[in-house]
Nanobody, 123 residues
């Protein structure tokens, strides 16, 4: 069982920045960030291999968000810059079903979810 605990959400004006963190209890898991806006399906934002390589970004966040992983602290990060109102959502940390599997891209690839953290961007 992998436990994921997110932190770092909040409210910011458009153009601002936030950094999300996710402390994980499991090791060598590929991980990802998903988000879910009101009335919309949960969608993948970014993912990364367990080694910290092979970062993937959805087109909507490419060039603005940066995913990273500190394996010494077993913590996943998402640096979000130039935030837009359409980035408003609950952001979820996610881990693959087993160690070493490919990074989660869709909800079906996820074995473990964090509790979510709210990000609100005002115009």
């Amino acid at each position: 069982q992998v436990q994921l605990v997110e932190s770092g959400g909040g409210s910011v004006q458009a153009g601002g920045s936030l950094r999300l963190s996710c402390a994980a209890s499991g090791y060598r898991y590929c991980m990802a960030w998903f988000r879910q806006a009101p009335g919309k399906e949960r969608e993948g934002v970014s993912s990364i291999a367990w080694s910290g390589a092979n970062a993937y970004y959805a087109d909507s966040v490419k060039g603005r968000f940066t995913i990273s992983k500190d394996n010494r602290k077993n913590t996943l990060y998402l640096q979000m810059n130039n935030l837009k109102p359409e980035d408003t959502a609950i952001y979820y940390c996610a881990a693959a079903r087993s160690p070493y599997l490919t990074p989660p891209r869709g909800v079906g690839d996820v074995g473990y979810w964090g509790q979510g953290t709210q990000v609100t961007v005002s115009s």
